[in-house]
């Protein structure tokens, strides 16, 4: 019971990785955000992945987290071998988030690597009570029981995400203030397509000589993304695939202008959002939109859009617990209005 005498949902989060580090850094935030929802949850990390021996000791990890701590449902984060490690692991209602390169399809794994983990992911929707897909076009990447899917995107942090003085946050990181700087996140080379990026670049330095990609690898520590938010002049996304891409919805947080290509759920998000831009994926069309940007010298009007669309970590988590209350058929809603 809480100190109020309400009794909480109970929730172990599964996600795949190290609890340290920038891994689905989104989805760790997500567990953060409901702690004010009378939610008590427990992330358990799934560390071993990759061989049948380690699964079965993270199996036993998982039966003790579960004795120990007596879940009401249990939330998985990915699909491939985490959504199905979970769905045999539990008799537990089971919730799939699924965030993207799980449901698409990821070529640059390789052909076999690519179906096994579309696959394991559809199988597990069979097992699982709901499932939550982060964007309308990923949820029609399902093979079966569609009817199961609900499309909520991951919020952001709009309080750590939130504009600030751009030459502030330069000196803050060092940069210089004359060059023009670029933000991409190549955490997945390959499928972002940093390849692309790279030669928007060398195109874009043609009209903009002071231009420069600035590459966040997956290294970067996660507390140093806002600065950077801030301090850059564009956002570039030019991936083969995507979900609901966090960083697009960061930058509009921070008011950073955004140039991508129609992938994900990006068109919907920036429609109508000031200085920001959606073009063909080639180089010339993005560096084109990219030079018209940056000429601007003007930030964009992301902000309001997150606020009105309620992408806000708070307003998505209000909406996950109305999918945890149907689910266990208790209402706790009421006691946050």
């Known amino acids: 019971m809480t100190q109020s005498g309400i009794k909480p949902i109970k929730v172990i989060t599964i996600i795949p990785g190290e609890e340290e580090g920038a891994t689905m850094v989104f989805a760790k935030r997500q567990v953060r955000s409901l702690d004010p929802l009378y939610v008590k949850n427990l992330a358990f990390y799934l560390k071993s992945r990759s061989s049948v021996d380690g699964l079965i000791k993270e199996n036993r990890k998982f039966n003790d987290a579960v004795s120990r701590f007596r879940p009401d449902l249990v939330h998985c984060h990915y699909g491939t071998i985490t959504a199905f490690f979970t769905v045999i692991s539990t008799p537990l209602p089971v919730i799939i988030t699924f965030h993207g390169s799980d449901l698409n399809r990821t070529p640059s794994d390789g052909i076999l690597r690519d179906l096994a983990g579309r696959t394991l992911s559809n199988f597990s929707v069979l097992g699982a009570r709901k499932v939550i897909c982060v964007s309308r076009l990923l949820a029609e990447k399902l093979w079966w029981q569609k009817k199961k899917a609900i499309v909520l995107p991951m919020g952001v942090d709009t309080d750590l995400f939130k504009p600030a003085n751009q030459q502030q946050a330069r000196n803050l990181l060092g940069w210089a203030e004359d060059e023009k700087v670029i933000i991409f996140n190549a955490r997945d080379p390959k499928i972002k ?66 140039v991508s290509t129609d992938v994900g759920d990006v068109k919907e998000r920036i429609n109508g959002v000031k200085n920001c831009l959606v073009v063909p994926k080639k180089a010339d069309s993005l560096a084109e939109a990219l030079h018209a940007v940056i000429i601007k010298n003007e930030r964009s009007d992301g902000r309001d859009r997150v606020a009105k669309d309620g992408l806000a970590e708070k307003d998505i988590a209000a909406q996950l617990l109305k999918i945890y209350e149907k689910i266990l058929n208790r209402s706790l809603t009421d006691l946050h209005q």
């Open 193 to 258: 397509r940093l390849d692309i990026a790279l030669e928007t670049i060398e195109k874009l330095k043609k009209t903009i000589p002071g231009a420069r990609l600035e590459i966040l690898d997956g290294a970067l520590d996660p507390s140093k993304v806002p600065a950077m938010l801030n301090a850059a002049d564009c956002l570039l996304l030019c991936s083969e695939t995507e979900g609901s891409p966090t960083i697009v919805k960061e930058a509009m947080a921070c008011n950073l202008p955004v």
